[in-house]
């Protein structure tokens, strides 16, 4: 199982057997809309009151009064990398890659001159430099270990991931007030990876969304999904399903757990080839295989 372990450079996905049962419930003729007649936009307005509510004990989203049905993260990222050629950053290495494998690639904040590897922390040994010039990109919890953190104070305008929210404990996060976007997806904490389910807030129209949300565009099974999902569940009870088991592997593997319970970090030379950071010795390790299925 350590090879599994070690060979696997992907985050796959928990599924789980209750929501197995509510999607059965749901049928695609449910959203068998004339478009036009108001009724998507009814349940998409509804969504999104709920989704605020869902999420309000994490994040804020009182200054984004815009929200948009997304075909996932990857579909978010589409549409801002579609509109906006400014020069962006990341924030370290070990970001979700998208936005680098369909487009220009990002600066990362922590190669600054001088850069090294602090052999006492395992980390960079210099603070990174964040460009108030350039976009930057985060995600929260990160791609990179699957940990919440504190983000940082910055005058940059930020575009904000939030993919793995639903996959993690009730922990406050305060955006930069410079954000313009943020995303979410159903696809981690759920296993709904095939569903692309996700939504965009924006503090602004959006350049391209907002013209397919006045033509009723989107999804309208997918915003069902969503209905569903936010009325049966909170958005921390996977995280508190699991926790229990992911504490359990991780003290057995000599892992660290992260935030989102399917996700733990070692920096055991062992796993080496799972560090997805330049200047950081901690693997990313992803724990599913481990989960018994459908539980």
Known sequence: MEKELRNNPWVDVPCHIDVWHLLKEQRISDTYYRRGDGQATQDLDWVEALHRSWVH??????EFQH??????????????????KRPWQKLCYGEYEYPDMI??????????????????THRAAKPGVIDPNKVLYMSIPSAEDGNF???????????????????????KINIPPNTE??????????????QRLGLVYTKEPHPTLQ?????????????????YIMSNFT???MWKRHREEQIWICENYEFKPSSCFFLATTRDNYYRRRRRMKWNDNARICLTSLFDDYK
Do not use: R
């Not at 004990?57 to 009182?62: G, K, N, P, V, Y």
């Not at 953190?149 to 922990?171: E, G, K, M």
């Not at 997806?185 to 095939?194: A, D, P, T």
């Open 149 to 171: 953190f504190d983000l940082p104070d910055t005058q940059a305008p930020v575009i904000l991931d939030c993919t793995y929210i639903s996959s993690t404990n009730i922990h």
């Open 103 to 120: 487009g220009d690639w990002g600066d990362v904040t922590c190669d600054v001159p001088g850069q090294y590897m602090d052999e006492e």
């Open 181 to 194: 976007q943020i995303f979410f997806s159903f696809s981690k904490g759920f296993g709904l990876i095939g």
């Open 57 to 62: 004990e994490i994040t804020d989203l009182s």
């Open 67 to 84: 929200c948009y049905f997304v075909n996932g993260t990857t579909d978010a990222i589409h549409h801002w990398k579609l509109t906006d």
């Open 211 to 227: 013209t397919l949300k006045e033509f009723e565009n989107w999804n309208y099974g997918g915003v069902k999904t969503m209905d």
């Open 235 to 237: 958005v921390d009870e």
